[in-house]
């Protein structure tokens, strides 16, 4: 299977609380899970990724989980600002043969109210 | 800063017509993208052209056509464009199968 499943597709939190971001896969080969965030009229930009040989991984105040077991992951995002407003993408990337291919979530609104 | 150059950034064309947008990566990467994002935000990946191998979505209509000159240049013409077309079409590279996608600023089509 070729799916990734992102939930919630709206997220809105208060200023200073976390937020949580949700996503599953299909291939249990995939091995490499990218998040990227999309400001309004900007581009996605990968803000953390995990690979399969990690379970968690911090930068700052994003936390990425991977259970490779229950195929899913998610981003925490801790402390949120009005700046970590945005739309965030999962994505996991699957083997075809000799080409790999990276599988989009459809996409989290994060509103962060102040 | 962005690696990744597209141009226009908007381009306003009537049903029908053919359009063609245009992409540099100055990055040195192997590997080009264009993805389409319409109004509801959703990323939807419709070539991949590595080592001029071109992999394409099975659901991309064929009147989208990729051109590359090189690995850096990965153009997209679209041959008589219809209203469903209107989106943001962005273009990214990657060096390999597990790093960073690198995104541009997307072209944004708007088919009256």
């Known amino acids: 299977g070729e799916q990734v499943e992102q939930l919630p597709s709206i997220l809105r939190v208060q200023e200073g609380s976390s937020a949580s971001i949700n996503c599953s896969y299909e291939?249990?080969?995939?091995?490499?899970f990218p998040w990227y965030k999309q400001e309004p009229g900007e581009n996605p930009k990968l803000i953390i990724d995990?690979?399969?040989n990690m379970e968690r991984k911090q930068i700052q105040e994003l936390i990425v989980l991977l259970d490779k077991k229950a195929k899913r992951f998610s981003l925490h995002i801790t402390d949120t600002q009005p700046g970590d407003s945005a739309m965030y993408f999962c994505?996991?990337?699957?083997?075809?043969?000799?080409?790999?291919?990276?599988?989009w979530g459809l996409g989290t609104s994060l509103v962060v109210n102040p | 800063e962005t690696a990744v150059f597209q141009t226009p950034n908007y381009h306003v064309t009537q049903v029908g017509n053919e359009v063609s947008f245009n992409c540099k990566q100055t990055?040195?990467?192997?590997?080009m993208y264009w993805y389409k994002q319409d109004s509801k935000k959703l990323l939807k990946i419709m070539f991949s052209y590595n080592n001029k191998q071109l992999i394409v979505n099975e659901t991309v209509p064929r009147r989208f056509s990729p051109q590359s000159s090189d690995k850096a240049h990965l153009n997209l013409r679209i041959k008589s464009v219809e209203p469903e077309d209107s989106a943001v079409y962005l273009c990214?590279?990657?060096?390999?199968?597990?790093?960073?996608?690198?995104f541009g600023k997307g072209t944004r089509l708007t088919v009256v």
């Open positions: 990214a590279s990657s060096r390999g199968r597990y790093t960073e996608v690198f």
């Open positions: 995990i690979r399969s």
């Open positions: 990055l040195g990467h192997d590997t």
């Open positions: 291939d249990s080969a995939s091995n490499y």
């Open positions: 994505a996991a990337r699957s083997n075809v043969g000799d080409n790999s291919k990276l599988i």
